[in-house]
């Protein structure tokens, strides 16, 4: 009987504490907002004990779950480096494969040199740059440089970054320059595609990627080609790097440049000593003599 009574009185007050959990919480949340309000030191002070308090506990607690996330990343990190590790060997085969090829076809080239005696270009001047404005909108792209006539700057010449054309050099000022992107509408630039040889004009049309126009012939174009300069028209050197074929759709064949407008920080203006791109200027008219003095 004793234990029955026992046990009936437990569950009743597991009932009363349930049923009036709520409602106290809401009243001592009530009561600690006001208590808050009344003294704000007493409440900063108790918040900082009670952190005080709990702060051993909750970094014994933090300790195995970092541990546990420590090891996982470790066996991810595992994971990944496996994969790369297999990537890179085939690479460093692949890049093996390509030196040993370089160096036998710079043998042959050195051979051949010495063989026809060829004149080797001469080393082209050159400035670097920086970007100090993007001009580029929906009608056109142009950047702005930090360079002018004053450091060697003129109008035409090829600006580069690294070793891949970007565009050329429009408007030349005292101590700034308009560099005229190889994407932008007005932009035209005669181009081989290097594993054919095939001689085209690459256009701009403000897109990211520019088309290939008059192609020469009906040669097989595919995707993955490089798009080198050429030298006709005498407006850049051959064998500048452009980009590579994106796309073939509908007869439309566009490129994508090795570099995108928003990378670039510095360009190299360079000088190669070529005039092709630059306004065909007039000589002057002679003077002529008037009719008094020829007499």
Known sequence: MKQSGAAGRL??????VQRFAFLSLIVGAVA??????????????TRALVADALAPLLDAMARPAATVAQITD???????LRA???????????????????????????????????????????????????????????????????????KGQAVLSGEALVGHIAEVGLRSSRLLLLTDINARIPVLVESTRTRAILVGDNSARPRLNYIAGSPTISVGDRVVTAASGGAFP??????VISSITDGII??????????????????????????????????????????
């Open 11 to 16: 569950a009743t007050l597991r009932l009363l």
């Open 32 to 45: 600690l907002m006001i208590l808050g309000k009344a003294d704000i030191l007493l409440i900063e002070r």
């Open 74 to 80: 470790s066996f991810h990190e595992l994971a990944n």
């Open 84 to 154: 790369e590790n297999a990537r890179l060997k085939d690479e460093n085969v692949r890049l093996m494969h390509w030196q040993t090829v370089a160096r036998r076809l710079d043998s042959e080239n050195v051979v051949l040199h010495e063989q026809l005696n060829v004149i080797p270009d001469p080393d082209p001047a050159f400035v670097t740059a920086r970007v100090i404005g993007d001009l580029g909108s929906a009608f056109g792209h142009s950047m702005l440089l930090g360079a002018g006539s004053k450091d060697g700057v003129r």
């Open 238 to 243: 051959p064998g500048l790097p452009i980009g």
């Open 254 to 295: 566009r490129v994508e440049p090795f570099i995108q407008r928003h990378r670039l920080e510095f360009v190299s203006v360079v000088d190669f000593g070529l005039g092709g791109i630059l306004p065909f200027e007039r000589p002057p008219p002679p003077e002529r003599r008037r009719r008094g003095r020829e007499e």
